[in-house]
């Protein structure tokens, strides 16, 4: 599916990836581990015409997926970067091509692009929501909560999203922390938009746990099975009242075409950087929609350049269920942006400056970087 939005060429001159370390407010526990401090790759592509960033959003290890931060540092670094150097002048829609050769490592691919796209939206300053087809001002916000010490400590740490305003939780499950997680918050907050995230925990040995779930009334379980067990949750969702969504096995626009051909998703977490790119994302989105899917934006932590970019993406059209697109506050203290993102009234404004609609904080930028390398042409 062609997009017609068509962006400016720009010319690279250098490429600039930073690793960031910054702590979380809190720690972050899913059913894969806890992070207390978020790893990620911070991009600045330094164009003839302007600069932008982007974000690549691996974590420290590969723990949700395959890629983590030091092996696509490395990738980028080593073939990535390189091929776009090598390029010299290009439009946005022209990255995914010069990079197509290598295989895999779609979130490096999505934050060199997004650096590239953002640097030809500020030459022509053109934001990024009205590039990428954006219907809304402001999108819904939700929250994702990690799986906490007990289901009281759970109850606790709701209510607490929920004054601030939040319109939607998801909370982490895993074998063992479940019916009972989800059972405590849906009698103590009554009939709340609530949704749970297994993070591929399960098999289909547990299939019987799993339709417990259904009488929660939940908007969706999300990828309870492995990555590549697209049979399997077809068989799965054969079975349940509550709907399957993907998100680790959507990692493209064929991935969810096959999804939804076998019936093994009736909704789809979209994330640019599982995806390879904002691009890619709105294929994704397209595809869904004319199939009649409804998606949401997903959310790898984002710093506020990710997260503005998400609140972009997330105001497209079959965007219909509130995304995990939370304020800065609930992972940073302080952000790398100068304006981070707030929630007002449970909604997510989406930027309208140039690009990606934020500016970077050089000096919270700067504190947080342990690693810095610069390529040129
Ligand atoms: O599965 O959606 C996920 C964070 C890291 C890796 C995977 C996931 C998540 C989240 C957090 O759920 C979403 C957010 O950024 O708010
Ligand atoms: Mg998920």
Redesign the pocket.
Known sequence: MPIARAAAPVTLEAVELRVLHLPLVAPFTTSFGTETVREVIIVRARTSEADGWGEIVTQQAPLYSSEYTQGAWDVAERYLVPALLDAGTLAPEDVAGALAPFVGHRMAKAGLELAILDASLRSTARPLGEYLGAVRDRVPSGVSVGIQRDPAALVDTVAAYLDQGYVRIKIKIKPGRDVADTAAVRDAFGTIPLQV?A?SAYTLADIDTLAELDRFDLLLI??PLQEDDIVDHATLAARLRTPVCL??SIVSAKAAADAIALRAASVV?IKAGRVGGYLEAVRVHDLCRASGLPVWC?GMLETGIGRAANAALAALPGFTLPGDISASDRFYARDIVTEPIVLEDGHVRVPTGPGIGVEIDPVALEDATVARVELRR
């Open positions: 995230d993070n999300e990828q998100d680790e977490n997903g």
